[in-house]
């Protein structure tokens, strides 16, 4: 049965329980004791992504459904899930979707006041000029006011450009834990142009935040491709397109991440209150390229102009990072028999919630992915995970920092983290193994339920449905 009624003008659609409801209890191999419930049942992909994805108070799920990994473009709904009874809502229909976008995903909660973000492709997007990593911006919606489209971050491609206006494409965007800033990634549209005119290395993603603006929306001259929006952005890192071997330079940042829900304790006993930690591409003295674990310390305003040049870039240079951004890095690996950041699975680095932890994926000496930490002054890194097989995704924090939540072999796992337990270290399986690993597995704000996707074959095709098990 389908459901069809009016809210605010706009159509929502919920699918009923009795037909979508919970699936019989699965029992995990490890100990028969977890119990994990199949939440979803659509013939639809039901996309965790990585993202922050329980309501504040941990009764919805939120998620997109692309119909495929990287389809985007034609994805048309953002939508949650009652973790009571299985009752789907969408939150968001774009009213005119084509297979070119504008497209929409990645959909991130603020767990203060519920709000969702997730990007959103341009609303001119044309066959000819379709949703790319460079035309895409972010954007949010309440659910209780489901429709009802406000926009992040501003974005300007007319000279003359617009400080607090980037240029280009933002991509998943989290919430800072006060809900005043977001973070995202960053791809410049006039330098990828200018690179796919000249063939010059100039569209090098990098890192981005933006702020809530006490004076209201940042307001950006009418254009086609341009849009106003409610926060004050600005690029944080600085990127080169060929870094000097055994130096700091990056060529690229990404999968960058909050650190500590309220920053984190310097040295000295100072707080720094914002930061982000990200992953960046480094050469080695001999020329090799890998990746490195950094952060950048954030200023408290975005506004003012650093040394580097104009906040809001010129039209062949990037956006310049504000003054008062320490960019550092963390890890330094080269030496080791497998050096760097592990990029398969592809992951998000994580902070643990007060901060003094940072989690990444790297090779131990036997090849063989596992999970490590760092500290956000740097410093020595720790190995925490020692499996027998690589792990599968990323790994995410227990809201208490106490353990770590990552798939391996198949089975969705936990390990303890706390480092001076006498368990550090020490692993228990929640789930059964499956041929097709879990993906996505994220940590209930109260910490008493896991969900994560599984792929579950359908008829001629196989769907990304969301699972919860109890830890």
Same mark, same amino acid.
């Not at 009624?5 to 004791?33: E, K, Q, Y």
């Not at 419930?37 to 659509?42: D, E, G, I, P, S």
């Not at 196989?462 to 919860?468: A, H, N, S």
């Given at each position: ?78 939508? #949650? ?26 959909? *991130?909660?603020?767990? $203060? ?36 489209? &406000? ?43 200018? @690179? ?15 702020? #809530?603006?006490?004076? $209201? ?54 707080? /720094? ?15 090799? @390229? ?96 020692? &499996? ?5 995704? *990323?790994? #995410? ?10 798939? *391996? ?55 990304? /449905? ?6």
């Amino acid at each position: 049965m389908i459901i069809f009624w009016s809210a605010t003008s706009a159509a929502l659609v919920r699918w009923s329980a009795t037909v979508f409801g919970w699936a019989a209890s699965v029992p995990s191999a490890a100990t028969n004791s977890f119990m994990e419930k199949q939440l979803t049942f659509a013939a639809a992909n039901h996309d965790l992504d990585n993202g922050e994805n329980f309501s504040p108070d941990d009764h919805w799920l939120a998620f997109d459904m692309r119909v495929g990994d990287t389809a985007i473009a034609g994805n048309a709904v953002i939508a #949650r899930v009652s973790l009571a009874n299985g009752e789907m809502v969408e939150v968001y229909r774009e009213p005119s979707p084509q297979a070119w976008g504008p497209g929409l995903g990645a959909s *991130c909660v603020d767990v $203060g006041t519920g709000r969702l973000a997730f990007l959103r492709g341009l609303s001119g997007a044309t066959a000819a000029r379709p949703y790319a990593i460079s035309r895409r911006t972010g954007v949010w919606v309440d659910p209780e006011k489901p429709n009802r489209l &406000h926009f992040l971050d501003a974005r300007n491609v007319i000279a003359p450009f617009t400080p607090g206006a980037l240029r280009g494409g933002t991509h998943r965007h989290e919430w800072s834990a006060d809900g005043e800033w977001v973070g995202f990634t960053y791809n410049d549209a006039l330098l990828a142009e200018q @690179e796919a005119r000249t063939g010059e290395r100039v569209d090098l993603r990098t890192v981005g935040v933006a702020a #809530r603006r006490a004076t $209201g929306p940042l307001v950006v001259p009418p254009g086609p491709e341009n849009v106003s929006g409610e926060m004050f952005a600005a690029v944080v890192v600085r990127v080169v397109p060929a870094p000097r071997p055994g130096s700091d330079e990056i060529s690229r940042a990404f999968e960058d991440a909050w650190v500590g829900r309220n920053g984190y304790q310097r040295a000295d006993g100072t707080r /720094q209150v914002r930061a982000r930690a990200f992953l960046g591409n480094v050469r080695a003295p001999d020329g090799r @390229e890998f990746t490195e674990v950094f952060v950048v310390d954030l200023p408290s305003r975005l506004d003012e102009p650093g040394d580097d040049g104009p906040l809001e870039g010129t039209s062949s240079t990037m956006p310049a990072p504000p003054r008062g951004t320490v960019q550092r890095r963390l890890t330094f690996t080269a030496d080791r028999k497998y050096p760097g950041v592990a990029l398969e699975p592809r992951h998000w680095v994580r902070s643990s919630a007060d901060g003094t932890r940072i989690v990444f994926l790297a090779k131990d000496d036997d090849g063989i992915v596992q999970a490590f930490l760092v500290g956000p002054a740097g410093g020595a890194i720790r190995q925490v995970t020692r &499996h027998a097989s690589s792990i599968q995704s *990323c790994a #995410r924090w227990s809201p208490d920092g106490g353990q770590l939540l990552y798939v *391996c072999g198949g089975v969705v796992t936990i390990c303890d983290a706390r480092p001076d337990a006498a368990t550090f270290g020490r692993t228990r399986a929640l789930t059964a193994p499956t041929a097709a690993a879990p993906e996505c597995p994220v940590w209930s704000h109260d910490g008493r339920t896991i969900a994560f996707n599984r792929r579950i074959p359908q008829g001629a095709s196989t769907w990304k /449905q969301i699972f919860v098990v109890t830890p």
